[in-house]
Structures are given as C-alpha cells and as structure tokens.
C-alpha cells in the first residue's frame, strides 16, 4: 500500500485534477448559499476578510519578519488568501442552509483547503507524490547501526568503474539505503540537526569500492529531508547505480540552517559557525564513520537555493576540501534580505569582514585553477536566474572550470531534482567514479 502511495503523483497525472475538480466544485457550493443576506452579506464580508488576512500575513512576512532572504512568489499568496476565505464561508454557509448541509459545507471546504495545498505544492513541487506528503516509512530507509563499519577491503582505482566491474558481485541489492545520523559540530559548536546519508549499493559488499562523496544542502525553509522528498535523491542515485554497477558517490546531506526557518548564511559568524561545520566537523565525522576515499579531489559540495549559495561559499572559502561544486539556484551572495542587515547582523556592522568571506569578493582577488562547478537555474527563476549568470561570469573569470546550465522550470524541487540528476555524470567523472 505505501509502495502504491508513493508512486502515486501530486503534480502530475490524474490525481492533482481530480483534486482540483473537487475543489472548484466545493468552491461552488460554499458560494451558492440560498438565502438573501447570504449572497448580500456573508460573500462581501467574508471576501474582504480574507483579503486584509492575507494582506496582513504578506506584511509581516515579507516586511516586518523577513525570515528568507528573498520574497515569496506572490501566487503562493493568492492561493492561500482563496483558502482563507474558504475558511471564513464556512460558518455563513451552514447557517444558510438546513441542518444537513453543515457537514456538506465542511467537506466543501476541505476540498478547497486541499486544491489549495495542492496549487502551492504545484509551484515548488516540495512533496512529488502522496508518499512523501504523508511521510510514510520507507523500505530503503535502515537504521544507521545496520550501516556495515568503515573497515575491510576496499577496491581502489580511477576511474573507479573500471576497476570495480569486473569483480562487482551478482548479489548486490536492487537499490542504495539511506539514514539519518547525528553530525556533531565538535569544533565549530554548531547545534545541526541529523543529516541523511545515502549509500549505493556497491557499498554494502565486501570488498567495496572506496566512493567518492557528495555533500548536499537544503534550502531555506528546509530540512536534509527534502533532498529525499522534492529532491528524489534515492531514486536519482538508484537509477545511476543501475548503469554503473552499483556505483554512486556516498552522500552526505548535512544541516546547513539548524532549523526550518534559520539562516545562518553558511558562514563562520554571530549567527554560528556553520561555515566551520560544514567544512571540518562533516568531512571529519564522514571519513571516521564511512568508509570512503579521502582525497579531497574525490570530494564535492553541491545544494538547492540557500544550499547551492552555501556550495558556492565552501568552494570559494575552502577549495581545498570542496574543489568541485553544484550550485542549483543559489543566490548571487549570502543575504538576509539586502547587504546592510545582513552585515549588521551576522558581523555587527563590519562590512570588511563580510567581503573576506564573500565568494564575489573573494573571486575579484583569488585564482581557483583546481575548482570546477556547475551553476544551474531555472529559465522561469527571474528573481534568481541574473544573479546566477553572474556568479558564472565571476567564477569562469576567477579561473574555475565552470559551466552555466538553465533547466525548465522556475525556483522549485523541478528544477533541482532534474539539476542533480542531469549533473550526476558530470559530477561523477569529475570524481573519478567513471571515465
């Protein structure tokens, strides 16, 4: 049944239009009340209500909260102020008819709050399918003690691939697994919540290759989960695996907010140390608890708005430990909002501190000849998509090997779950997994 759940779409095929039929139909029985001061009280004032709602929560969190750094889409308003309204015509609505239709009028909203969820879910695409909206177990999810220790032999070579297939063994399991396991910021200080670790299937036999690794980011809102929801990392890294003998990189999806809401700016300042963490705590505790290959050419940082930002910033910040990256709709520098706030609050008005960290700062003066990355956007991603051409321009002038890639779509898991999955190889042979 969860397996069906899964595989069942919310922003393709017959469900997301079944659900919206649903809702247009609630929609017209909430508004086709029978009585007069209905039609001449109830719509009016409900209609007005719902607007100056909406008009308060548009205010406060895009004027006066600010809690990310750039605006949401206002469609996602749009919708939200129809549900609001749905909302307040439920109660006129059951007053206006007999007894029976309180609880018609309750499903009628239901379904207009649910194409409404749908519609938002439509613009970024966060939960692709019933599965991963109810978050229901999955069967390539194990516990991280099942996850065999980081010893015994190990198959080396470059390309990885043409070492391992010949002894790859028949019996390697159908898919990767993944699990949660708590990264701790031992010499940052930073407080992360538990990271994703995925692993291909060639990792759990014996001897296993020694992979390569892929450190991920979410966005912000956003958790490591996402990258198994909107992102379809397991299903991403299991279709490479099929073609590769079992082979993918390891990847480590690892907290780069500390929360849902946060931003720290993925740097080293007072809103944390998560530059520190990302760059030392997570390689650290990822070579003591994997067994994977420590070179850091093996090694590559990649991550979706907030996250492909935060990719940037460890390329430029770190070469050493990240010379290759994926910045998926990242932003054009580390931001709060606009570059006033954002030095005030993270460097306590110091703007010289602020440009020593900043990647278009740091690549007017550095030369980065070992760094190469992907910078992927949307051709619908207008509030990002100038940023990222820019970001291209600087590092390509920097010295990077870089390349500027637009796939369909706007700022949505559409665009960085086809991003990830059209870049894999890329980032493979860069790896030195496959030639």
């Given at each position: ?239 490479f695996a099929r073609a590769h003998h079992g082979l993918t990189p390891v990847v480590v999806v690892a907290d780069g907010t500390g929360s849902q809401l946060a931003n720290p700016l993925c740097l080293d300042s007072k809103l944390g140390n998560v530059a520190t963490y990302l760059a030392v705590d997570v390689p650290a505790w990822t070579k003591a608890h994997l067994q994977v290959d420590p070179d850091p050419r093996a090694w590559a940082v ?94 390509k002038d920097a010295g990077m090997d870089v390349q500027y890639v637009e796939v369909p779509g706007a700022h949505s898991f559409s665009v960085w779950s086809a991003g990830l999955r059209e870049e894999l190889d890329w980032l493979a042979k ?6």
């Amino acid at each position: 049944m969860s397996q069906w759940l899964d595989r069942l779409s919310l922003v393709s095929g017959p469900l997301p239009v079944l659900i919206a039929v649903c809702g247009i139909v609630g929609a017209g029985w909430l508004l086709a009340g029978p009585r007069r001061w209905f039609l001449r009280w109830a719509l009016p004032t409900t209609l007005i209500a719902a607007a100056a709602i909406t008009a308060v929560l548009y205010l406060v969190v895009e004027r006066v909260w600010r809690p990310f750094p750039d605006p949401i889409e206002k469609p996602v308003y749009l919708w939200i102020g129809i549900g609001v309204w749905a909302v307040l015509l439920l109660i006129p609505r059951s007053l206006a008819g007999r007894r029976w239709t309180i609880p018609v009028s309750v499903v009628a909203t239901g379904a207009v709050v649910l194409a409404v969820a749908l519609q938002i879910n439509q613009i970024f695409y966060a939960y692709p399918t019933v599965g991963t909206a109810l978050g229901l177990p999955d069967p390539d999810r194990v516990d991280f003690a099942q996850v065999p220790p980081p010893t015994g032999p190990v198959v080396t070579g470059h390309p990885l691939e043409e070492a391992w297939a010949p002894q790859a063994p028949s019996d390697m399991p159908a898919s990767g697994k993944y699990a949660t396991a708590p990264i701790p910021g031992e010499k940052s200080g930073y407080a992360a919540r538990d990271a994703v670790v995925y692993l291909p299937p060639a990792y759990f036999t014996s001897p296993r290759p020694l992979l390569p690794v892929l450190v991920l980011l979410a966005g912000q809102p956003g958790s490591p989960e996402d990258w198994l929801n909107g992102g379809k990392l397991t299903a991403t890294m299991d279709e490479f695996a099929r073609a590769h003998h079992g082979l993918t990189p390891v990847v480590v999806v690892a907290d780069g907010t500390g929360s849902q809401l946060a931003n720290p700016l993925c740097l080293d300042s007072k809103l944390g140390n998560v530059a520190t963490y990302l760059a030392v705590d997570v390689p650290a505790w990822t070579k003591a608890h994997l067994q994977v290959d420590p070179d850091p050419r093996a090694w590559a940082v990649g991550g979706l708005s907030y996250g492909g930002t935060c990719a940037l910033q460890l390329a430029t910040n770190y070469p050493q430990v990240y010379p290759t990256f994926l910045d998926l709709s990242g932003q054009e520098e580390p931001t709060l909002g606009d570059r006033k706030r954002t030095v005030d609050e993270a460097f306590g008005g110091d703007e010289a501190a602020f440009v020593a960290v900043n990647p278009m700062d740091l690549m007017k003066t550095r030369r980065y000849p070992d760094t190469a990355g992907i910078i992927v956007v949307g051709t619908r991603d207008d509030a990002y998509r100038g940023g990222a051409q820019k970001v291209f321009e600087a590092a390509k002038d920097a010295g990077m090997d870089v390349q500027y890639v637009e796939v369909p779509g706007a700022h949505s898991f559409s665009v960085w779950s086809a991003g990830l999955r059209e870049e894999l190889d890329w980032l493979a042979k860069r790896l030195g997994l496959i030639a």
